[in-house]
């Protein structure tokens, strides 16, 4: 069975702080964990996948994930958030060879505050 | 340079009336195709998988059907819509072993 969890509904940051957000997973097989993001009305984009190697996966606009198997998680980060980075974040997991079938966490809304 | 497109970008419907709602993918050949329904606020939720033409695997029906008449075309439809029905309903993409990509998405109300 797989599961993800994001365990914060919403975050709530300032302009230029920096930011994480968790994500935990389970997952019978090999995860690979991705990041998008969904702004208002709109459908979702990619920002990162995790495949496997480096734990440390770069995404675009300054996004960044690192992925622990001891852990079972895959935490989003960024240095500095911008106002537009306001958005409803979901952590994705699919098991290796099962890329018909994600399983979506909650969601987590950020709002970013001048 | 693959697009995907759905159709129409929103509607308001009456409980009890038909729908259909379309996908297209363009740029690319033979690809796997991909229905979600997000509630307001909510997460997305799988319904419907297409790897071939005239395929289609159902993940969570919802009262809803798919089919793919065409290699770039993914279409949802109902015969009767519930109020549960109205949502965000997302098309994605992938070239097979790959990343999901997701089109602009449809808004349905069910009235």
């Known amino acids: 069975a797989q599961s993800v969890t994001q365990p914060d509904a919403r975050v709530t940051v300032s302009e230029g702080a920096s930011l994480q957000l968790r994500c935990k997973y389970s997952?019978?097989?090999?995860?690979?964990l991705f990041w998008y993001v969904q702004y208002p009305r709109q459908g979702l984009q990619l920002l990162l996948k995790y495949y496997s190697g480096d734990p440390v996966v770069q995404g675009v606009n300054g996004f960044e994930a690192e992925f622990s198997k001891s852990n079972s998680s895959f935490h989003l980060r960024k240095a500095s958030v911008h106002w537009s980075d306001s958005a409803v974040y979901f952590c994705v997991l699919s098991a290796a060879g099962s890329f018909n079938k994600l399983t979506f966490g909650a969601g987590t809304r950020l709002a970013v505050c001048p | 340079a693959q697009t995907i497109h759905q159709w129409p970008v929103a509607e308001i419907k009456a409980v009890g009336s038909p729908l259909s709602l379309g996908c297209t993918i363009k740029?690319?050949?033979?690809?796997?195709l991909y229905w979600y329904w997000q509630a307001t606020g909510g997460t997305l939720q799988q319904l419907f998988y297409s790897i071939t033409v005239g395929q289609v695997e159902s993940v969570v029906q919802l009262n809803l059907s798919a089919s793919r008449p065409k290699d770039d075309q993914f279409i949802l439809s109902t015969e009767k819509l519930l109020l549960s029905h109205s949502g965000f309903y997302l098309c994605?993409?992938?070239?097979?072993?790959?990343?999901?990509?997701f089109g602009p998405g449809t808004r349905l109300l069910v009235l």
């Open positions: 994605a993409w992938t070239g097979g072993q790959d990343t999901q990509y």
């Open positions: 740029g690319k050949s033979s690809p796997n």
């Open positions: 997952s019978s097989g090999t995860p690979y």
